[in-house]
């Protein structure tokens, strides 16, 4: 519970708006405080482009398709949070093309417009021509009138923030359209300072777009090597298989021994003398399930993040889980550690893996991430590039079991055959991980750089 006391004048400037948010998120108190800054203050409305500057989308028939030859890639309010892009799903083409002011390009601020109001995303080089969804709003910046890494800076600081969420609307599905922001203020400082706070916002997204591409070149070579690309180039795939009686001993689910999964199993391990089980070349382990404690004192606990929070482009947290708890359990992430959600539905995040930097090092993490740690430094960027593979992110999901909520076990995780080449072929894979993880750490230090640059504007100011 939030208790807040307040000034009557406040509810009258709010237009006798009497709902707790706009009062209690601080927005008001941002407010004030840019406009008591010495500086010139524009609409936004007036520093996007004309027509379609601020711009949801239409209400439309979500059709998806398997092949991206048929379809295009298509952001929801959730996927827009998340770095690794693969997943998301393909809408049918001649959908799309009904509202092409959803196709999103460089430079973009995107901010979710239901449900949970106000998370954003800039959009990357490797962003574009993705279509957002008619709950993503995309406010795409007059570059004339205001740098876009500026724009969005302010748009998601601690001061733009709130002043964005306050137009929220709605009891039980919350929603924000553009004219509910098109009169916000932003601040204008001196173009050199607008200017350097969006060099270090580009240049966090021009390190996570070159990340991506390492990644993807790493993945596509090994996938090449294992032989994974002429098993994902054949459509014909049986219906019905047949699998040893031995076999079942283990496992009686049907679509573990579905056509796909026996094929990419016996691929890796037709690479003969080059596999091997992955507990004798990592370190495995799923922490215990354990009561969550917080602390009400940042300096007793340590940054707690779910299951969830790991995949995003910049995982954050408010909540400080106690330090004799993440001790006791194991629930410091390490860098080098790779994170496998362990639990969830079929389809969905089960199976995907996430590679701890710097960053994410500083978090502690739910016990729903299995843990995978390469007993040599660079083994860890290799098995990364490995157990990243969509052919192996399937592989490990099908070794969940239960019926409402699938989870994976330990030992099943261990048993993984993951195929194992010589040192040379490692090593030139996990150079280019390495380096992707590098730039993405890079990318979280030019953000932070951004926001601190902001700040100390509008304290001098």
């Not at 109001?117 to 800039?122: A, D, E, V």
């Not at 570059?143 to 137009?167: D, M, R």
Request: with cysteine.
């Amino acid at each position: 519970m939030k208790i807040k006391t307040i000034f009557s004048h406040w509810i009258k400037d709010e237009s006798y708006r009497l709902d707790c948010p706009p009062y209690v998120a601080g927005a008001i108190e941002s407010k004030q405080r840019i406009k008591d800054l010495k500086v010139k203050k524009i609409p936004l409305g007036k520093l996007v482009i004309e027509n379609k500057g601020l711009y949801k989308g239409k209400m439309i028939k979500r059709t998806f398709v398997d092949s991206i030859k048929d379809g295009v890639p298509f952001l929801t309010t959730s996927g827009m949070l998340r770095f690794d892009l693969r997943p998301i799903p393909n809408l049918v083409k001649s959908t799309a093309q009904t509202d092409k002011e959803c196709f999103i390009s460089e430079g973009t601020t995107l901010i979710s417009a239901a449900g949970t109001i106000g998370n954003m995303t800039f959009v990357r080089k490797d962003m574009e021509n993705i279509f957002a969804c008619g709950d993503i709003l995309k406010v795409i910046p007059n570059s004339e009138k205001i740098a876009p890494g500026y724009l969005y800076t302010y748009l998601s600081s601690k001061y733009g923030l709130p002043q964005v969420t306050q137009g929220t609307y709605g009891s039980i599905v919350q929603h924000l359209d553009p004219k509910q922001i098109i009169d916000l203020s932003i601040p204008i400082f001196d173009k050199e300072d607008e200017n350097a706070i969006s060099r270090y916002m580009h240049k966090a997204s021009d390190s996570r777009a070159k990340a991506q591409q390492l990644l993807l070149e790493s993945r596509r070579k090994l996938s090449g090597i294992i032989g994974f690309d002429v098993i994902s180039a054949s459509d014909s795939q049986s219906l019905t298989t047949v699998a040893s009686s031995k076999s079942l001993i283990n496992r009686l689910d049907s679509h573990y021994y579905s056509d796909r999964y026996l094929k990419l199993r016996k691929c890796i391990t037709s690479n003969t003398n080059e596999f091997c089980k992955l507990e004798d070349v990592a370190e495995v382990f799923i922490p215990n399930i354990f009561k969550r404690q917080y602390a009400i004192e940042k300096q007793f606990g340590i940054p707690y993040i779910t299951g969830a929070d790991v995949f995003k482009i910049s995982p954050s947290s408010e909540r400080y889980l106690m330090t004799s708890v993440v001790e006791k359990n194991r629930l410091q992430l390490e860098k080098g550690m790779i994170l496998i959600q362990e639990a969830g539905q079929l389809g969905g995040l089960i199976g995907r893996s996430v590679f701890v930097g710097e960053n994410l090092s500083n978090f502690s993490c739910s016990n729903n991430m299995i843990r995978v740690k390469g007993n040599e430094p660079l083994d860890s960027y290799y098995l990364f590039a490995l157990l990243s593979l969509p052919e192996f992110e399937v592989l490990i999901a099908a070794e969940a079991a239960g019926s409402s909520i699938p989870h994976i076990e330990e030992k099943r995780v261990k048993n993984l055959n993951v195929y194992w080449p010589n040192k040379a072929i490692r090593d030139d894979i996990a150079s280019k991980v390495k380096e992707a993880i590098d730039l993405i750490d890079k990318g979280h230090e030019n953000e932070d750089m951004a926001y601190k640059y902001l700040d100390k504007l509008v304290m001098e100011y």
